[in-house]
Nanobody
Framework: QVHLKESGGGSVQAGDSLRLSCAGV????????MGWFRRPPGKEREFVAA????????FYADSVKGRLTIYRDNPQNMVFLQMNHLKPEDTAVYYC?????????????????WGQGNQITVSS
């Protein structure tokens, strides 16, 4: 069992930066790959970024490459999403999620545990 809790969301202006944090409560946190997903207003949930359990491999949606960075601190059971040059289209509820596996990090169906979500609003 992995309990996840996001923090760090809020309302910002276009071009600003934010860092989302996800705290994992589990003895097995370091065995889980981690991902960030988001649900924009009126749209389906979409993949944002993922990181392997070791932190060596990362994956990004094309829409966020070069602006968002995922990284993790396993001793602290934390995963982060550094978000730079934010755009209004980044407005969404952001979720962190965890799964044990090495393939298909973009597929939300592969994830076993989810956080409660954290709102980010980017104004133009």
């Amino acid at each position: 069992q992995v309990h996840l809790k996001e923090s760090g969301g809020g309302s910002v202006q276009a071009g600003d930066s934010l860092r989302l944090s996800c705290a994992g409560v589990s003895r097995s946190f370091t065995r889980h790959a981690m991902g960030w997903f988001r649900r924009p207003p009126g749209k389906e949930r979409e993949f944002v970024a993922a990181i392997s359990y070791s932190g060596e491999d990362t994956f990004y949606a094309d829409s966020v490459k070069g602006r968002l960075t995922i990284y993790r601190d396993n001793p602290q059971n934390m995963v982060f999403l550094q978000m730079n040059h934010l755009k209004p289209e980044d407005t969404a509820v952001y979720y962190c999620a965890a799964f044990i596996g090495q393939s298909g990090p973009e597929d939300p169906g592969n994830y076993d545990y989810w956080g409660q979500g954290n709102q980010i609003t980017v104004s133009s």
